[in-house]
């Protein structure tokens, strides 16, 4: 055993960093390479022990190197995932200093590798992207607390040595470090549709050829370029008169804008080049760290800026990643896009690159990623854990955005497969194309009228393409939740007046701010609530907040002009509130009078019948409302008690149940007697047979989803309501439990369509 070495310090990062550089270019390879990592860490940073685990494909950590240890433990000694310091710090990814390591309840003692007298301890993660490969470590028998330069170095260290082991991996079997074969990913759809492409990483990966600086002058140079022109970038984005999103976040960019001037963090940046990284190497460096601070971060103010903080860094990769010219390279067209999360302007920016879909570690339904992504039309899923650290750039994937499933390197018969289903699904889009001017209209020549959910300028497009009638639900929050900061009268009037514009002579219904609950807007405050659907939410929301309120309400108004107007309260549960939300409309109406403004010719205000209270107010409305909409989605939550963003509890319980379905009659039946026309707008009505089912209980119209219309034309148009609507309503009056399998038989029976989601 060799005599425990007083602990170092001092040492010169650079120094380290020119031996390694000088070592991988030397004959050394595979194991002798690593071998001779390990002893020149440990003579660096003077430590008796360093030690490299490598995680082998079934999640155990090998020893593959050692420096102190017994020789025989290598290629033996095998921990568990979660075994010892080392499984900790592989499954949290983040590195661990002890002053005296056994002591440490986590501590594993393995006697083969003759551990136990050492005490001072640090090891640190070997990441590549978000992805963990191994385990560095080194030991002191001396107690010894590692310190802060020591740590820096040894995960500057680390991050060579995960090029190095991903190299080695790919020539050798052993060290499986190349990634597993095909992958099934589970997530969240956000909008569906399904595509083949390889994957484009949104965060940039540095490649080990760009890891030591030959020439520190130059890679100086390199960072202060790309600093100016990402400095210029964000102020060119924050100087842009007429932003692509509403509400592009100004406020965002303002923190970049803060952040890329930040003399701390060009000074970090330009310290590790000195040190002898490249000016890649170097943001990585502090990407990395930022990352491992998010990962451990609860605040979620401070994830927030971290996130700011990790995007600029990205940023600037890209800017150094590009072409000597400054050119960025973007995906290839037919790209699956994959990205940790992705801020409000960020997809947007990839409009033009042709992507075939999106992939999205976080971000749920309501994300703003999630709004843009079927704005463009794009398949897309969210909330799938371990994407990052599984996808490598230009790997195959299959995104499966109807089911929530990704396929990560599939096989050719997965690919084969999914080929036929995506040419399929075309000729099934084509066929649905040519629906698209022929009236909805049953065989026994009932009229129905099919309208469009919108909320972003593009959603628009899809009028045209689809053939609605117009506009059914117009979502005015989202113009809110894309923007970091409260949009303002004008920039409200010009979104509104831009979508009535474009909706032409077809109808447009606005539906006032539907804020709180999943959907935040960043600008708003207010306590964080136990149950935030049943909170401070919606219509509640707005009536607290009039000045909010009616500057919206006035924006709507001075946008329409003399054109006629269409206004919707959400979540409104009895009537005393539907009828105040009433009088701030004509307080407006009246004040846009007083200043010999215009005013709309007509204005039609209706609710949402979203909440059961209200579903059972709707005789009371005779003539105070024009017209109403089921909000199936909140109703079904609040019926049921079922929070419909939560995965353990959305899908139990089911719209064609009997008690929801004499609800869904009652509601149709009271609007009729009480001579409001009423819609159905939540997700329901854009499945076929949950549509089927509604239009049999005497449902007429219906607003949704651009890319469910031409599905349910199909429907309507080859069925016969004479025939089927008897049958429905006596099942759903029959006594019975459920009666969903025998409402899909009956509708298999009658309609020759596919009742396929
Ligand atoms: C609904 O609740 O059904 C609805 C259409 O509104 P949103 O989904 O926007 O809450
Ligand atoms: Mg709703």
């Not at 000694?77 to 390591?101: D, H, M, W």
């Not at 040519?434 to 628009?460: C, H, I, V, W, Y």
Request: net charge negative; charged share 25%; with cysteine.
């Amino acid at each position: 055993m060799s005599m425990p070495r007083p602990p170092g310090g001092g040492h010169d990062a650079r120094h380290l960093l020119g031996r390694l550089r000088e070592l991988l270019a030397g004959e050394d390879q595979g194991a002798d390479r690593l071998q001779s990592v390990v002893k020149l860490i440990a003579d660096t940073v003077v430590a008796d022990v360093c030690s490299i685990y490598v995680r082998t494909p079934d999640n155990s950590l090998l020893l593959v190197a050692t420096e102190g240890l017994s020789q025989e433990a290598v290629n033996r000694t095998r921990l568990g995932e979660n075994e010892g310091l080392v499984g900790l710090i592989s499954s949290t990814a983040r590195p661990k200093r002890l002053k005296n390591a056994p002591a440490h309840p986590r501590f594993s003692y393995r006697p083969e590798t003759g551990e136990d007298p050492y005490h001072g301890f640090l090891g640190v993660p070997i990441l590549r992207a978000a992805r963990v490969l191994g385990v560095l470590v080194v030991q002191n028998m001396v107690e010894r607390l590692y310190t802060d330069e020591d740590m820096d170095e040894l995960q500057t260290v680390a991050m060579v040595l995960a090029e190095i082991l991903s190299a080695a991996g790919e020539k050798n079997d052993d060290l499986e470090l190349r990634q597993p074969g095909s992958v099934k990913l589970k997530g969240r759809p956000l909008n569906e549709g399904m595509a083949i492409g390889p994957v484009y990483l949104h965060d940039p990966v540095v490649t080990a050829a760009r890891f030591f600086a030959y020439d520190i002058e130059k890679e100086s140079q390199r960072l202060d370029v790309a600093l100016d022109t990402l400095r210029q970038s964000i102020d060119t984005m924050l100087n842009r008169a007429t932003p692509v999103l509403f509400g592009e976040s100004r406020d965002v960019l303002e923190t970049y804008r803060l952040f890329a001037h930040d003399p701390g963090w060009e000074m970090r940046l330009h310290d590790a080049i000195k040190a002898g990284l490249t000016a890649e190497a170097a943001v990585d460096r502090a990407r990395r760290e930022h990352r491992a601070r998010i990962a451990s971060s609860r605040d979620g103010y401070l994830r927030e800026r971290l996130h700011d903080l990790e995007d600029l860094e990205n940023r600037l990769l890209r800017h150094l990643s590009g072409s000597e010219d400054g050119e960025i390279s973007g995906p290839e067209p037919g790209s699956i896009l994959i990205a940790s999360r992705l801020g409000p302007a960020e997809l947007l920016e990839y409009r033009e690159a042709g992507l075939a879909g999106v992939l999205l570690e976080e971000g749920g339904a309501g994300s703003h990623a999630a709004i843009v992504a079927r704005a463009l039309g794009l398949p897309a899923i969210g909330d799938v854990s371990g994407l990052v650290s599984r996808s490598d750039a230009g790997d195959q994937m299959i995104i499966d955005a109807d089911s929530g499933i990704a396929y990560l390197r599939p096989e050719e018969e997965l690919v084969a497969n999914y080929r036929a289903r995506i040419v399929l699904s075309g000729e099934h889009k084509a066929e649905l194309a040519r629906l698209r001017d022929l009236p909805a209209e049953t065989k026994d020549g009932q009229s129905f009228q099919l309208m469009l959910n919108a909320g972003l300028s593009f959603d628009l497009d899809h009028l045209e393409e689809t053939g609605a009638e117009g506009v059914g639900l117009f979502r005015t929050e989202f113009q809110f939740l894309t923007s970091q900061t409260l949009p303002s009268l004008e920039t409200q009037v010009e979104f509104y007046d831009n979508a009535i514009t474009r909706s032409g002579d077809k109808p447009l219904v606005f539906r006032t701010l539907d804020l709180g609950g999943d959907k935040v807007a960043t600008f708003i405050g207010g306590e964080r609530e136990e149950n935030p659907a049943l909170g401070w939410r919606a219509l509640r929301m707005a009536m607290d907040h009039p000045f909010f309120f009616r500057r919206q309400l006035r924006a709507l108004i001075r946008a329409a002009g003399e054109r006629p107007l269409q206004l919707m309260f959400p979540m409104v549960c009895n009537i005393a509130e539907f009828d105040a939300a009433r009088e701030l409309v004509d307080a407006e109406v009246e004040w846009a009078q007083k200043f010999n403004r215009a005013t709309p010719s007509r204005i039609e205000i209706g609710a949402m019948v979203e909440t059961p209270s209200f579903a059972f107010s709707i005789d009371a409305l005779k003539g105070r409302a024009e017209f109403l909409s089921v909000g199936t989605n909140d109703l079904m939550q609040f019926f049921f008690a079922a929070d419909r963003n939560n995965p353990k509890v959305s899908g139990r319980y089911d719209i064609l149940s009997p008690a929801a379905l004499l609800m869904m009659e009652h509601i149709v039946k009271a609007a009729a007697r009480a001579e409001i026309p009423v819609s159905v707008c939540g997700e329901a009505g854009g499945r076929p047979l949950e549509a089927l089912v509604l239009a049999c209980l005497g449902y007429r119209r219906f607003s949704m989803q651009a890319a469910r219309i031409g599905q349910i034309k199909r429907l309507i148009r080859s069925m016969d309501l004479a025939v089927i609507a008897p049958k429905v309503v006596e099942l759903v009056h029959s006594g019975k439990s459920e009666i969903r399998e025998e409402l899909l038989n009956l509708a298999k029976e009658n309609v020759p369509v596919s009742f396929d989601r």
